[in-house]
């Protein structure tokens, strides 16, 4: 892709091409900085909250899933709408170069990273060798990406067993296999290529040594047009199911300051040599004896934003904005301070007893916490019906506290009081997580729940808390009509 030369003009209105939560937050964003927005929806999403508070709503008619990313259609109606700029969240279009290049061409403000880097950082490969290039560390592993399951075996073989088979052209933990013992390699092999196949188009994958017990840590990066590049902290994703993120923390609790420090003084430097702008972030393994890895970039705002923001006070998304528009950044490192803690959780309908199946189908009853540190982004409601089409998230509940005692509390009261009736979710495993002893303590890898979740009670007993006071309410009620 060559390189396209970008432009800058004061944005007035949006077009947010995604839905859900994410929607609804760049929503929120944009009307705090007076900005119009304008959604699309799928007639799956026609009841949707973001939809009744975005300033204009169109329907996408057809599939489903295609509603979010016909970009020639989207940006269409962003012309037709004479919105100046597109946010597109995460998810969907949000990390495919070829939108956002459209996008500029179209006289359409992205708001995001130039497409350059996005198609960078979204080859797994060639970021790899980017960042080793930067002195950034990596794990051994292919150069490029691998079709040919004899080719794919030899580089295991030399590397030595653990080693992970990842999507070369996706995430998400799709397309990805650990292979322990030489015997697995080719089953696994076939299946991780035919499940990335199937989800992006390519079955390449390519192969690295597998990390034992390792943290999952990332590193925010912020930058403006002008070079001016800061990190915003950094946050433990460590616990997962599936390779797929379900608790995340700002700041670790538990990792060493110097490593924090170096893996800030990488990111910031890395971000500053390649001439990043707008946010991205940065995610490693650091393993057992506090080496840390790269293992990719997300072009994006991410998923668990919300908990920088806490810790921080910087309004991420507002700032993705501002960058957007030309303004350099309000603050220099210096002056970002990070207070207290936080922790999102990702409420999904799934049921961790079924091996996280999907559900959907009505809310029948739905309450969600609050309080002081509390947070709560979501995109149901009572009576709402979940689809088929999308991903399981349902709500993120994220708490803050000055310290890792008092925000666990939170957490837990707060969870204790988050009500999803109707559809079997995952707060029962996020009750349990809470309660556990070594996560009070703050130890917690990327096994976490693989290792846990048999010893988990998942049983919820909110529904019998709930039952209780409808029948108290119940009783109430006849006395007054006797």
Not at 68 to 91: E, M, P, W
Not at 130 to 157: H, N, Q, T, W, Y
């Amino acid at each position: 892709m060559s390189k396209l030369k970008t432009f800058t003009k004061e944005i007035k209105k949006v077009l947010i091409a995604n839905r859900g939560e994410i929607a609804t937050r760049i929503i929120r964003a944009c009307k705090e900085l007076d900005i119009k927005t304008v959604a699309i929806y799928s007639e799956a999403d026609a009841k949707s909250i973001y939809v009744k508070k975005a300033d204009e709503a169109y329907l996408i008619p057809g599939d489903p899933i295609q509603a979010y990313l016909n970009y020639f259609r989207i940006v269409d109606l962003a012309k037709q709408t004479k919105c100046d700029a597109i946010h597109s969240g995460y998810g969907f279009l949000s990390e495919n170069p070829e939108f956002a290049e459209y996008c500029w061409k179209q006289g359409i403000v992205f708001i995001g990273p130039h497409p350059d880097h996005i198609a960078l950082f979204g080859d797994k490969m060639a970021a790899k060798k980017k960042m080793r290039e930067l002195g950034v560390p990596v794990l051994p592993g292919s150069d490029e990406p691998i079709s040919d399951i004899k080719k794919a075996k030899k580089i295991a073989d030399e590397i030595g067993y653990p080693v992970i088979l990842k999507a070369a052209f996706g995430g998400g933990g799709r397309g990805m296999r650990i292979v322990r013992e030489e015997s697995e390699f080719e089953d696994l092999f076939k299946s991780a290529f035919n499940e990335a196949k199937k989800f992006f188009g390519r079955g390449d994958v390519f192969i690295e040594k597998y990390v034992e017990n390792p943290r999952h840590i990332e590193i925010q990066i912020m930058a403006d047009k002008y070079g001016n590049v800061v990190h915003l902290g950094e946050r433990d994703c460590s616990i997962q199911r599936r390779h797929q993120k379900v608790v995340e923390i700002a700041r670790s609790p538990t990792l060493n300051e110097d490593v924090k420090r170096e893996l800030y003084r990488t990111s910031v430097k890395a971000m500053f040599k390649v001439g990043y702008e707008n946010v991205g972030t940065i995610e490693y393994l650091v393993d057992e004896k506090d080496n840390f890895y790269f293992i990719e970039m997300n072009t994006r705002l991410q998923v668990e934003h919300t908990v920088t923001e806490m810790v921080t006070g910087i309004d991420i998304v507002q700032q993705m904005i501002k960058i957007a528009q030309g303004e350099k950044l309000g603050f220099l490192q210096e002056d970002i301070t990070m207070r207290g803690y936080a922790i999102e959780f990702r409420v999904n309908a799934e049921d961790p007893k079924r091996n996280f199946a999907p559900s959907v189908g009505a809310i029948t009853s739905y309450h969600s916490p609050g309080g002081p540190g509390v947070r709560v982004d979501a995109a149901v409601y009572k009576d709402y019906v979940i689809p088929p089409y999308y991903d399981s998230m349902i709500a993120k509940l994220s708490v803050w506290a000055l310290t890792w005692d008092q925000v666990v509390n939170r957490a837990r009261r707060a969870l204790d009081e988050f009500i999803v009736r109707g559809v079997p979710t995952n707060l029962p495993l996020l009750r349990a997580i809470v309660r556990d002893e070594d996560f009070i303590k703050g130890k917690f890898t990327t096994r976490y729940i693989e290792e846990k979740l048999p010893t988990f009670n998942l049983e919820d007993k909110t529904a019998d808390l709930e039952d209780l006071v409808a029948a108290i309410a119940g009783a109430i009620a006849a006395y007054h009509k006797i």
